[in-house]
C-alpha cells in the first residue's frame, strides 16, 4: 500500500507501520519547520515588511517534519508544480522532542 499525498504523490509507507483501526482516522497536524530565530520581544515589536533574518541553519541542512510539534523525520524541500513539497530522507525512530 502507497501513502498519497493531497497533491496526488505516492510514496511507500513508513516501515513498521500497525493496523490503526479506529485510530487511523484521527486527524494531526504536519508541519514542517526550515529554521528559527531567537529574538527580544523588543526586536519582535519592532519588525517591519521587507525584513530579513538568518535562521539557524543553511540552505542544504534538511528540514524537520513534525506530527503535533513532536520531530518525526527530516527532509528536503521539493516543488510540485506551483507548490512546496517536502521529500523525507530520515525517519527519525523514537518521536524525539522538538
Request: net charge negative; charged share 20%; proline share 3%.
Amino acid at each position: 500500500m502507497n501513502a498519497v499525498t493531497p497533491g496526488g504523490m505516492q510514496g511507500a509507507p513508513m516501515d513498521g507501520m500497525a493496523d490503526l483501526g479506529a485510530f487511523g482516522g484521527i486527524s494531526v497536524r504536519l508541519s514542517v519547520e526550515v529554521g528559527a530565530v531567537r529574538m527580544s520581544l523588543r526586536d519582535v515589536l519592532a519588525l517591519q515588511a521587507g525584513a530579513v533574518h538568518a535562521l539557524d541553519r543553511r540552505v542544504d541542512q534538511p528540514v524537520d517534519v513534525l506530527i503535533n510539534e513532536r520531530l518525526i523525520a527530516r527532509g528536503e524541500i521539493v516543488s510540485i508544480g506551483d507548490r512546496f513539497g517536502v521529500k523525507l530522507t530520515e525517519i527519525v525512530t523514537g518521536g524525539a522532542a522538538a
